[in-house]
């Protein structure tokens, strides 16, 4: 999903983005300046353009070290559960209303997702297909967020598999679940094979 970055490469390519350009977008070379700014292009990551790599950096800043992984950033914005245990027992996971507004363009960067053929957009339909919409949309944005911290922390750039490649893997997680669930019960999993 990440790989060293080539300055050129980066360069020479242009976002890929589906209809015209937005009403708000900066009237000048934003993405080189924020290829400037932060040392890899947050643009690749689909469903975060331009501005909203901007209002995450305004947001943050240029000093990670404050952050001591991945999982302390996505804290910090907000987009965690707040996970309640009594005796063993959930009483509630969901994440806390805030006002931080990375958050909030992370939020809305993961719900332009909806009609992405990438594996972000993928994964966000299989949430939307098991939860509520702002829940995976919340979930989404805290993948995003993750991502983003890598990206800026570590200096790669992000490359998209493909909805292809994460549908294979989702199924190969299934099956792997699956069998061991079956020798559990004393069970053996066998293919029918695919006429094709």
């Known amino acids: 999903m990440l790989k060293n970055l080539a300055k050129n490469d980066l360069q020479a390519e242009k976002p890929k983005r589906r209809g015209g350009k937005a009403k708000n977008a900066p009237r000048f070379d934003a993405r080189s300046l924020l290829l400037q700014m932060s040392g890899v292009d947050l643009t690749k990551i689909d469903g975060v353009d331009v501005t909203t790599a901007f209002k995450v950096l305004a947001e943050i800043g240029a000093d990670f070290s ?8 996505a804290s910090w914005l907000g987009l965690c559960p707040g996970t309640k245990i009594t005796g ?72 998209d598999q493909g909805q292809e490649h994460y549908e294979e893997k989702y199924r190969q997680r299934v099956v792997k679940s699956l069998t ?17």
């Open 88 to 159: 063993g027992k959930v009483i509630s996971a969901k994440t806390a209303a805030n006002t931080n507004r990375a958050a909030q363009a992370l939020k809305m960067a993961a719900g332009n997702l909806r009609n992405s053929q990438s594996a972000l957009g993928a994964y966000y339909r299989r949430l939307c297909g098991r939860m509520d919409k702002g829940k995976a949309v919340t979930a989404c944005a805290h993948k995003l967020a993750r991502i983003i911290y890598t990206m800026l922390t570590k200096g790669e750039a992000f490359v």
């Open 180 to 196: 061991k669930r079956a020798e559990q019960l004393g069970f053996q999993l066998i293919p029918v094979p695919q006429e094709g």
């Open 66 to 73: 404050k952050f001591k992984d991945a999982k302390h950033f």
